[in-house]
């Protein structure tokens, strides 16, 4: 097993290839966790520390989340309210979207577990697993088409 100082070099190193598989390996287990893990429960749990484990990482990269020219703490909630109070159109826009946007991930999961028990119905070998591979790679394509990952940095 590498030790842990041989993959923080590894990720200094190599950042966009941690971030990379980093993130296609979450990916890949959470979307693949059902053909291993049965009780709803424990899944649950577990894909709690996949996702603590994803925003660990991203906390620990230090990349900011904005692009890094939004204050933070206090300035920044006073700019978010006075941003409200002038346009209160494009702030109820942007909460729709946000609010749509996460509707729609939510259907997309269940509409994917559904998929994949339904192949397990039909006796096929691994049917998160074989829906959760593409879905890892998309994620390590974006990861690496995108100029910005693993940098530390937005523009």
Not at 149 to 154: F, L
Request: glycine share 14%; aromatic share 4%.
């Amino acid at each position: 097993m590498a030790d842990t100082t041989d993959l923080s070099e590894l990720a200094a190193t190599h950042p966009r290839t941690a971030t990379m598989a980093a993130s296609a390996g979450g990916t890949l287990l959470w979307y693949a966790l059902p053909d291993v893990v049965r009780s709803r429960g424990l899944r649950a749990l577990l894909k709690t520390g996949i996702a603590a484990g994803g925003a660990w990482a991203v906390i620990r990269s230090g990349a900011p989340c904005s692009g890094g020219d939004a204050p933070g703490g206090p300035e920044g909630i006073g700019e978010l309210r006075s941003a409200v109070r002038e346009n209160p159109t494009a702030a109820a826009v942007a909460a729709g979207l946000a609010v749509g946007g996460v509707w729609a991930s939510i259907r997309c999961e269940q509409w994917l577990f559904h998929r994949g028990e339904r192949r397990r119905a039909e006796g096929r070998f691994a049917p998160h697993l074989r829906q959760a591979l593409p879905l890892a790679l998309l994620v390590a394509a974006g990861e690496l088409l995108d100029p910005h990952t693993g940098t530390g940095t937005r523009d």
